[in-house]
């Protein structure tokens, strides 16, 4: 597939919200839901993925993944964005304290209270940071019906199924499966039955 291609060589919000048009029209409403996913990943001011993501869900009657505070905090910029924001924020911190010193200058209020706010942003940029990481974990269910089992094997006692776009979250990894809890349940799903949201 075109699309599936050119987001595998260069991952782009606009190339992800093109293909998740694309899998929309070819029925696979659960890889549809994961690319737009990624495209607000890359991009969360991307309107389009936005937009198609709520009627996806709506038309699919499946819910946004469960997010932590700290998880919601990370979806305010691009996630590549807090690791700059980070360092920058920690080196205007540290200038500000430092320079009057090189300089042998008095430190004045606006440096002590740039020091301050950068300090702020450095320790709030982290936190979203751990967000980021965190979000890495959720999941969206692909196939139609995907078993939900009791242990990592295929013969094994089914707990529940799990409709298509489904969220879940990773909690572990048993070969070729994953050890997933969702708002209603937890248990074991094959790998190629669930998208990772930065996979």
């Not at 991307?46 to 998880?71: G, I, M």
């Not at 200058?105 to 936190?127: P, V």
Request: glycine share 8%; aromatic share 10%; proline share 5%.
């Amino acid at each position: 597939m075109t699309f599936e291609k050119s987001v595998q060589a260069h991952p782009s919000s606009g190339g992800f919200v093109n293909l998740g048009i694309t899998e929309w029209q070819r029925g696979h409403a659960g890889a549809a839901i994961l690319a737009w996913e990624r495209a607000t990943w890359i991009d969360p001011f991307d309107e389009s993925a936005v937009q198609n993501l709520k009627f996806a869900r709506a038309v699919a009657q499946v819910e946004e993944p469960e997010l932590r505070w700290f998880e919601t905090a990370s979806t305010w910029l691009p996630a590549n964005a807090w690791v700059w924001l980070a360092g920058a924020s920690l080196w205007l911190a540290v200038g500000a304290l430092v320079l009057p010193r090189v300089l042998r200058r008095r430190k004045s209020g606006w440096q002590q209270t740039l020091a301050a706010l950068g300090l702020c942003a450095f320790i709030f940029s982290i936190t979203a940071n751990v967000g980021v990481v965190s979000r890495m974990d959720i999941g969206f269910v692909l196939k139609k019906n995907a078993p939900l089992r009791l242990t990592p094997t295929g013969g094994s006692e089914l707990t529940s199924t799990l409709s298509v776009g489904d969220p879940v979250r990773r909690l572990k990894t048993r070969g070729n499966y994953f050890f997933v809890r969702t708002p209603m349940a937890a248990g074991w799903i094959e790998r190629n039955q669930v998208g990772l949201i930065n996979d």
